[in-house]
């Protein structure tokens, strides 16, 4: 049994000379790869996107009309921080509530100068833990808040996070459908490519045979090309992928996005963990090959 | 059916059929170790048939093949490239692989046989200057002419010192010079112990050499001569 460097350098002559097929795979394969890693990201990017947007997910709870003072105000903070599933609580005085409306009202903050008195209430604005069941979560502590004694109403959008929900889930579905669909399409595209590679092996893989090499003197050399086919597709891939993201990514940066919410590429062990893969199923595709001529040689 | 280890190549009512004709009829031969024999008779009348059976690259119809007393039939797949590397095979054809140079397409023998790279130099080298084809080395197949393609499938063949050689129309695209030179390594490999055996339709070649005969005709032997 040769040694795995010899079988490497083999492989590697081997590519050397049977450049072009190898080229026209390697382009295949990362353009197949680059297809696939385009809806990862832009998933990762969505459901990032969502998550963050679930997460600043607040209920405001609207106090009575009172004066209130700073000890009434403290025990309506500590009441609403008791509750199950509170992560933060803070106190939105009335005076603040109007300067922020007629900031966001901006040139039509004028209208709010005819008014004789303040209209708006006290608040407290919630926010909820982040996490799994944000949504009934939000209900909850709603509910919860709408029994506290000096709590006139609450609002959480009742009718947005329902559809939210929905919209969320309903989006997990496609992708879980159409990630499986790309997969399958991926693996069956650089399948065929890696075969049609080695078909350009036939004549070569026939005459080993002749002269006496063994299945695994032959196959060895080529498992290793089309790993390292799989795996310089995958590097092709990500590269382009990150150029796509750093174009996107520079103009985007400052726009309206919510809470915590940045674009991201895949971590590093993310993208170590795809190259890994990109190379098993280049392997995958000559290992599909063998199985497939060794059945017909059985017949 | 016994064993005989002064056998080399043994048959046995061997029939090879191609879509119901008769490429090969009920053969009974034996070629005897250290041996040099011709196969002769016209086109079509089974000669390349027969050397494909004895180097193992087609099955066979009806019969029993007994190849340096291994029986092909009932080898496992894993045997099979043991016997092929104590055959050495002159293709008709060639079969040289025109993406690897001339030395890579000689070498590939004793790769698959596991020798070192110093080794493979050493003898690839002997062996291509043997043949006058030392400066050929680097070259594609595709690049040498028909005699000079001829004389690299003769040194992959005798490579690995293989106990048999099987020449189908090794001196088919050769000038009389160059299909001296190709007898002359034949014979000399023969004379180190090696079992020849030679498909030709050349009858000047087969006079001049004055050895075993079999004639085949229309897959069944007619003739043998010479034989000891």
Known sequence: ?299 | MSENSKDAIRLFGVTKTYGGQKALNNVDIAFYRGEFAFVTGPSGAGKSTLLRLLYLAADFTQGEILVLNRNVKRMGRSGLPMLRRKIGVVFQDFKLISSMSVFDNVALVLEVAGKDRKFIAKKVGHLLRSMGIEGKANALPQSLSGGEQQKVALARALCGDPEIILADEPTGSLDEDAASVVMNILLDYHARGATVLVATHDKNLIASAQKRVVTLVNGAVASDTGGP
């Not at chain 1, 599933?85 to 005819?114: C, H, N, T, Y």
């Not at chain 1, 004789?116 to 604005?125: G, K, R, T, Y």
């Open chain 1, 1 to 299: 049994m040769m040694k795995m460097g010899a079988q490497t350098a083999r492989a590697l002559k081997g590519v050397r000379h049977n450049k072009l097929p190898h080229a026209l795979a390697l382009v295949t394969i990362g353009l197949v790869f680059l297809l696939a890693g385009a809806f990862l990201l832009l998933f990762v990017n969505v459901q990032s996107l969502l998550t963050a947007w679930k997460d600043n997910v607040r209920a405001i709870a609207y106090l009575e009309k009172a004066d209130w003072d700073e000890a009434a105000i403290a025990d309506i903070l500590n009441a609403a921080r008791q509750i199950e599933g509170v992560a933060d609580v803070k106190f939105i005085p009335r005076e603040q509530a109007i300067k922020d409306l007629g900031e966001s009202l901006g040139a039509q903050a004028g209208l709010l100068k005819d008014l004789e008195e303040n209209p708006l209430p006290d608040a407290i604005v919630v926010r909820v833990v982040a996490g799994p069941g944000t949504w009934e979560r939000v209900e909850q502590v709603a509910k919860n808040l709408s029994g506290l004694d000096s709590v006139e109403d609450v609002e959480y959008g009742r009718a947005w996070v329902e559809r939210f929900a929905g919209f969320l889930d309903i989006m997990t579905f496609i992708a879980v459908v159409f990630g499986a669909l790309m997969a399958a399409a991926a693996l069956s595209i650089t399948a065929g490519t890696v075969r049609l590679t080695l078909y350009s092996h036939k004549d070569q893989i026939e005459i080993m045979r002749l002269v006496g090499a063994t299945e695994r003197f032959i196959w060895t050399p080529l498992f290793i090309t089309t790993c390292l086919l799989g795996l310089f597709a995958g590097i092709f891939a990500l590269t382009a992928l990150f150029g796509v993201y750093w174009f996107v990514g520079a103009r985007v940066e400052s726009g309206p996005w919510v809470g915590d919410f940045a674009l991201r590429f895949f971590s590093w062990p993310a993208c170590a963990a795809g190259l890994v893969a990109a190379g098993l199923v280049g392997g995958l595709g000559c290992l599909l090959t063998y199985v497939q001529q060794a059945a017909g040689r059985e017949e």
